[in-house]
């Protein structure tokens, strides 16, 4: 299929842009195979807008005689308004653009078509891969092992070719597991705990029916995580209604009777279309103009949106406690574990892994937790908070996942390498991108789409260095320790970054951001100062004493702190020096 052949209108002339922040502009209007194009015609200060087919989540096309309008809603929660003369042309338009954003085919999306501009470092594709995660694990224990079991993604569609599973558990053995397991999901590592060598596992739901089937390698496979002794923890993503209602359909959840050494908690984390609906009622409350409180209110609370934030980050509050307090592994899983799983085991190690929270660190969390572990990306985030088809398996489960990553940083601000600029880059690749990253719905797909070889990855320009700086959060100070996030409502706030940034101007926020730089650079230059002085002190009170050398020294010191007891408290050992001095040659004098 040619492009040509969906562009009916490819350009027209006179389009008047309405966009946020910016003061309407007349200009041209041009479609491409992949991107809708305005550009202003003015000399004194020229414009453009560019914008992907992908990005645009519906268009609404009004009509005043013979002006129509075409008001885009993006993925990205970003609303558009082009004014088109001619009932024709902006029909025209419409439609090229609705076909050109609705394109049933995967290779025919912008990520094929890309050429980077940049210059490329580092191939992102191979950045993150499992024998690397597997050779950190190894330097600190040898209880674990990689399987190929799935090499050829015969066991299970939805899982990379290779998974570290428990040393003494065969492929055999993984086998009959897989066939015991929703979708052939059977546990498998996620996180290894180096503080007191407690894992984390997750899988899929075990298909005990009604009848309690069970399977002795499934039990065999999650004891092996046990130290003896112990006691584990199985960490539910669904009621336990929901869960009982699985077991008539197929499913169900561990037994008792056969799980005697674990112990199952429920944490509902709602799924699906109850997701996308908050995520919609929310939009909606954010964009209401009418400026009353109270209905702003009512709105938000209505859309139950920071009610997801508290369940899910509860639940993975949860397993992280088990784990570094309780001294017990875990194993989480919900229906599927493609979902709600994933929030939390992801969200478990931010909390306990400070690696978790640097930029590499974070970027190997979502190609482990998210996109390795076949979170379905292409359904979950063909549609955004517009959309006016139908539902089908749309939900923002990264977003929710980021969204509480953000609230973790917006407690521990200096705990996080990077800042919120990032997770924002994040949700918007997500939802629509020239890289190749967020394509597919496992790494199966991905693999038969070829993606490495005919696309970007988003990663190697994430980490050229140009784009890097842009993402580092200034404040960052390197912090080992387990943080624990508050999950009360009142330390859950609504992430204006996403939800308001379209709404009100981030200028004043920017100009802060911008202070705040500047005076952290300018403390970072006073502390070498310090630093440099303490030395040229320490020398002093360990060497031979010249007392016009020292003098001179010491005056340069009082210029830098002209309050003698200012100068004493970062430097106590001067009044040493100075005792050791003639009164004439002491600065203090």
Excluded at 217 to 228: G, H, S
Excluded at 548 to 570: E, M, N, R, W
């Amino acid at each position: 299929m040619e492009f040509a052949e969906l562009i009916k209108t490819p350009r027209a002339d006179n389009v008047v842009l309405h966009r946020p922040f910016y003061l309407a502009v007349e200009g041209t209007l041009c479609l491409t195979g992949h991107h809708l194009i305005f550009s202003s015609r003015r000399h004194d200060n020229a414009e453009e807008l560019w914008l992907l087919h992908s990005n645009i989540d519906s268009i609404e096309k009004r009509f005043v005689g013979s002006l129509g309008t075409i008001v885009i809603k993006c993925k990205d929660l970003r609303i558009i308004q082009l004014d088109i003369p001619g009932m024709e042309e902006c029909l025209n338009i419409a439609s090229s653009i609705e076909a050109l954003s609705t394109l049933d085919s995967v290779t025919l999306m912008y990520p094929f078509f890309y050429r980077p501009m940049f210059e490329i470092i580092e191939d992102g594709w191979s950045s993150f891969l499992p024998d690397q995660e597997f050779e950190l694990l190894s330097s600190v224990t040898d209880e674990w092992r990689l399987s190929c079991i799935n090499k050829d993604f015969s066991v299970c569609p939805s899982y990379p070719p290779v998974v570290i599973v428990p040393k003494s558990i065969d492929d055999e053995a993984l086998w009959k597991v897989a066939m015991f397991r929703h979708g052939s999901r059977f546990p498998v590592l996620s996180y290894y705990h180096k503080k007191n060598g407690m894992v984390m596992m997750r899988s899929s739901q075990p298909l005990t029916g009604t009848n309690g089937r069970r399977c002795k390698e499934d039990e065999k496979l999650i004891n092996a995580t046990l130290r003896p002794g112990k006691r584990g923890y199985i960490i539910d993503t669904r009621s336990l209604n929901v869960a009982q209602q699985a077991r008539a359909k197929g499913g169900g959840f561990e037994q008792e009777a056969h799980y005697p050494q674990w112990r199952r908690i429920h944490k509902c984390i709602e799924r699906f279309n109850i997701l996308q609906e908050s995520l919609i009622k929310l939009v909606e409350a954010c964009n209401d103009q009418s400026h009353n409180m109270d209905r702003w209110l009512s709105k938000l609370e209505a859309s139950n949106w920071l009610t997801h934030i508290k369940e899910i980050l509860t639940a993975a509050c949860l397993a992280a406690q088990c784990i570094d307090r309780e001294g017990a592994s875990v194993l989480v899983h919900g229906t599927e574990g493609t979902d709600s799983t994933l929030q939390v085991t992801s969200l478990a190690q931010i909390i306990l892994d400070p690696r978790c929270r640097t930029i590499r660190g974070f970027e190997s969390l979502v190609v482990r937790e998210w996109l390795q572990a076949g979170h379905p990306f292409q359904q979950r985030c063909a549609q955004s908070a517009y959309s006016n088809s139908k539902q089908k398996w749309e939900a923002p489960v990264f977003l929710l996942f980021l969204d509480c990553v953000w609230q973790i940083l917006r407690q521990f601000p200096c705990s996080f390498e990077f800042n919120e600029r990032f997770l924002i880059m994040l949700f918007e690749h997500a939802y629509a991108s020239q890289f190749g990253t967020f394509l597919g719905n496992n790494e199966n797909e991905r693999s038969k789409l070829k993606l490495p070889q005919k696309t970007m990855s988003l990663w190697s320009w994430v980490n050229s260095s140009e784009e890097l700086i842009k993402f580092q959060n200034p404040l960052f100070e390197a912090n080992s320790l387990v943080i624990w996030p508050s999950v009360a409502p009142q330390s859950l706030q609504l992430w204006e970054g996403v939800f308001l940034r379209w709404n009100r101007p981030s200028k004043f926020l920017d100009e802060a951001q911008e202070e705040m730089i500047n005076i952290i650079k300018y403390n970072k230059q006073l502390q070498a100062k310090v630093n440099a002085l303490r030395r040229q002190i320490a020398e002093m009170g360990t060497g031979t004493w010249e007392p016009g050398v020292v003098s001179t020294q010491l005056l340069h010191l009082a210029k830098d702190f002209p309050d003698p007891q200012s100068l004493l408290h970062h430097f106590p050992r001067t009044s040493m020096i100075c005792e050791k001095m003639t009164p004439t040659n002491a600065y203090l004098k």
